[in-house]
């Protein structure tokens, strides 16, 4: 027997936006302490730790709404609709932050890569660098890092919730 139609957008909406909202904020502590350009190991660390709460959380409220019964199925369509919400609404987020609150970003981010690569790799040529940081620029276009942060979200939501999904599985018995 299926869950009850809606029932994965009833979790999915409060779950994905409650995701969104917390990586938000993480970014702005970010921005806000002026580490927007060192792209600090424990921002993503720490994303991915609440990545993996909320959707374990939409899990388990999904299970709870559903006398106590997930399919893998359930939780993978769960988790990745809590992914694909949060992914858009970060995307949204990181569109208005490039465009209009921080439009020199991609200059900058440019400009700390190359001085990473110069630091971290000092016999590089200059020819070298040019095409990294070529294909650096390239990434950097709004667009771009819009469609690879909904990806990467989907990607990211989907091995959690799998793993999620298989630690909370419980099948519906045939006969009910």
Do not use: C
């Amino acid at each position: 027997m299926e869950a009850q139609p809606g029932s994965v957008k009833k979790i999915a909406l409060p779950y994905g936006f409650l995701l969104a909202l917390a990586t938000i904020v993480i970014s702005v502590i970010v921005y806000v302490m002026g580490m927007t350009y060192e792209q600090p190991w424990w921002q993503s660390a720490l994303n991915f730790v609440l990545m993996a709460a909320v959707i374990s959380y939409g899990l388990k409220a999904f299970k709870a709404s559903n006398d106590g019964f997930l399919s893998l199925g359930e939780a993978l369509k769960t988790g990745l609709a809590i992914s694909l919400i949060a992914g858009l609404i970060g995307s949204i987020f990181t569109y208005v932050f490039i465009e209009f609150i921080e439009p020199d970003f991609a200059v900058n981010m440019l400009e700390a890569t190359r001085e990473k690569m110069i630091d971290q790799n000092p016999e590089m040529t200059e020819e070298q660098m040019e095409m990294a940081l070529g294909m650096t620029e390239k990434m950097m276009s709004p667009g771009v890092m819009v469609a690879i942060g909904i990806i990467a979200s989907l990607f990211f939501g989907f091995i959690i919730s799998l793993v999620a999904g298989l630690i909370m599985k419980q099948d519906k018995p045939a006969h009910l």
